[in-house]
């Protein structure tokens, strides 16, 4: 069944080889934590299971964007073994993820960074853009360059995950709460409207992908407010 999947996000995916090998080992240290205690069978695997692998992960001091990963990695595997009929529920679908170190860009303090998400937004492309790349920021930790070169295509609504591209293009499967992925499918049906469809993400008005000093404006801008 891993390795369905392997080739699944392998060839159809066409996620790239280091995250492919990601979720190969991600996948790989679990079946080792349960053969610990018995023989790995997916069909077999419960919610209480997955809950004491990630226990032991945080008792091993991993880092909680580490141990998010890992979770995004079992909660893909077993959609995608729904998806096929291998399985008859998703024992992963239950586990939270972990809370992280919030990134603030540009030194927004936390209190101002809630302030800020709690004013209300104006209904134009512009707006909600602009209150998407603040938030995005605030739940990820994305860095701009990043947030910049994001497509579409890197936006999995399905997995909720975002797919990014950090130096020397290394790749990364970053997870998103459900708050953020509305966020985004808002954002998405108001640029359908606007601008149309996009290979980037962030676009200004004319379609044009946006670039980083414009992307400073609008962070210093809402610092400002």
Same mark, same amino acid.
């Given at each position: 069944?891993?390795?369905?999947?392997?080739? @699944?996000?392998?060839?159809?995916?066409?996620?790239?080889? @280091? &995250?492919?090998?990601?979720?190969?080992k991600?996948?790989?240290?679990?079946?080792?934590?349960?053969?610990? #205690?018995? =023989?790995?069978?997916?069909? +077999?695997?419960?919610?209480?299971?997955?809950?004491?692998?990630? /226990?032991? %992960?945080? +008792?091993?001091?991993? #880092? #909680? !964007?580490?141990?998010?990963?890992?979770?995004?990695?079992?909660? !893909?595997?077993?959609?995608?073994?729904?998806?096929?009929r291998?399985?008859?529920?998703?024992? #992963?679908?239950?586990?939270?993820?972990?809370?992280?170190n919030?990134k %603030?860009?540009?030194?927004?303090? +936390?209190?101002?960074?809630?302030?800020?998400?709690?004013?209300?937004?104006?209904?134009d492309?512009?707006?909600?853009?602009?209150? %998407? $790349?603040? &938030?995005?920021?605030?739940?990820?930790?994305?860095?701009?360059?990043? %947030?910049? =070169?994001?497509?579409? /295509?890197?936006?999995?609504?399905? +997995?909720?995950?975002?797919?990014?591209?950090?130096? *020397?293009?290394?790749? *990364? $499967?970053?997870? $998103?709460?459900?708050?953020?992925?509305?966020?985004?499918?808002?954002y998405?049906?108001?640029?359908?409207?606007?601008?149309?469809? &996009?290979?980037?993400?962030?676009?200004?008005?004319?379609?044009?992908?946006?670039?980083?000093?414009?992307?400073?404006?609008?962070?210093?801008?809402?610092?400002?407010?």
């Amino acid at each position: 069944m891993i390795d369905l999947f392997i080739q @699944h996000i392998q060839y159809e995916k066409k996620y790239s080889f @280091h &995250t492919v090998l990601s979720y190969k080992k991600d996948l790989q240290e679990f079946v080792e934590f349960v053969e610990n #205690a018995r =023989e790995f069978n997916p069909a +077999e695997i419960d919610t209480k299971t997955i809950r004491l692998w990630v /226990v032991s %992960l945080v +008792e091993k001091e991993f #880092a #909680a !964007s580490s141990v998010n990963r890992k979770i995004s990695t079992l909660k !893909s595997f077993y959609k995608f073994l729904l998806q096929k009929r291998l399985v008859e529920s998703n024992p #992963a679908k239950g586990i939270k993820a972990l809370k992280e170190n919030k990134k %603030l860009p540009l030194f927004f303090k +936390e209190t101002e960074m809630q302030s800020l998400l709690k004013e209300p937004v104006n209904l134009d492309f512009e707006s909600v853009r602009n209150r %998407l $790349i603040i &938030t995005m920021f605030y739940e990820t930790g994305i860095r701009l360059s990043e %947030l910049i =070169e994001l497509k579409e /295509v890197d936006v999995d609504l399905y +997995e909720k995950t975002i797919r990014v591209f950090g130096k *020397r293009k290394k790749e *990364r $499967i970053i997870p $998103i709460g459900n708050k953020l992925l509305k966020d985004i499918v808002f954002y998405l049906e108001r640029k359908k409207e606007k601008v149309g469809e &996009t290979t980037f993400l962030y676009v200004r008005k004319n379609g044009e992908k946006m670039y980083p000093k414009m992307v400073y404006q609008i962070v210093n801008s809402s610092m400002s407010n």
